[in-house]
Antibody, heavy 117, light 107 residues
Framework: EVQLVESGGGLVKPGGSLRLSCAAS????????MNWVRQAPGKGLEWVSS????????NYADSVRGRFTISRDDAKNSLYLQMNSLRAEDTALYYC??????????WGQGTLVTVSS | DIQMTQSPSSLSASVGDRVTITCRAS??????LGWFQQKPGKAPKRLIY???SLQSGVPSRFSGSGSETEFTLTISSLQPEDFATYYC?????????FGQGTKLEIK
């Protein structure tokens, strides 16, 4: 069974940092591009960041570039998102997702990040 | 950056109806577009990839069409389980971008 399990969310003050993790199982994690997608409460989906297999290419949304860093550890079948200089507008449910363009459709259930003083 | 404009933002329809949702890209994206369905409290689920290819396991009442700047998602005969929010996503170039979403509600 394919599983993506996010962790690391929580309440953080503006300017603070969090590191999200996504543990993958049940598929050949190292073969696929992986993504972070977020959804603010009551709002739509927003693509945040992508990393290709072997970490060859990395991309970010303009809204997080310079503050967030995506990475992966294929030996641990894990995806990460280091989030620094957090702002209130980063408050959202963060989903770990597999390739968005095609192929298998893999999503976690999300981890909630709340940025508030 | 490529902007995706999705319409309508909400839609009321009845079981058995045929419905169409549209996404327009601010510039040509070939067929690099997917459609996703999201139900409350759940993760999104891809229905269509490369504009018109049906994701494995998705009912054939869902179909997609279009290329370059105009795309449509059609549900041929609405079923009760289809009431949800739908999003398009362009993956032609970074930053990838979702449309604003279409909430499909029961009339």
């Amino acid at each position: 069974e394919v599983q993506l399990v996010e962790s690391g969310g929580g309440l953080v003050k503006p300017g603070g940092s969090l590191r999200l993790s996504c543990a993958a199982s049940g598929f050949a994690f190292s073969k696929y591009s992986m993504n972070w997608v977020r959804q603010a409460p009551g709002k739509g989906l927003e693509w945040v960041s992508s990393i290709t297999s072997s970490s060859t290419y990395i991309n970010y949304a303009d809204s997080v570039r310079g503050r967030f860093t995506i990475s992966r550890d294929d030996a641990k079948n894990s995806l990460y998102l280091q989030m620094n200089s957090l702002r209130a507008e980063d408050t959202a449910l963060y989903y770990c997702a597999g390739p968005l363009s095609g192929g298998p459709d893999y999503w976690g259930q999300g981890t909630l990040v709340t940025v508030s003083s | 950056d490529i902007q995706m404009t999705q319409s309508p933002s909400s839609l009321s329809a009845s079981v058995g109806d045929r419905v169409t949702i549209t996404c327009r890209a601010s510039q040509g994206i070939r067929n690099d577009l997917g459609w996703f369905q999201q139900k409350p409290g759940k993760a999104p689920k891809r229905l269509i990839y490369t504009a018109s290819s049906l994701q494995s396991g998705v009912p054939s009442r869902f179909s997609g069409s279009g290329s370059e700047t105009e795309f449509t998602l059609t549900i041929s005969s609405l079923q009760p389980e289809d009431f949800a929010t739908y999003y398009c996503l362009q993956h032609n170039s970074f930053p990838q971008a979702f449309g604003q979403g279409t909430k499909l509600e029961i009339k």
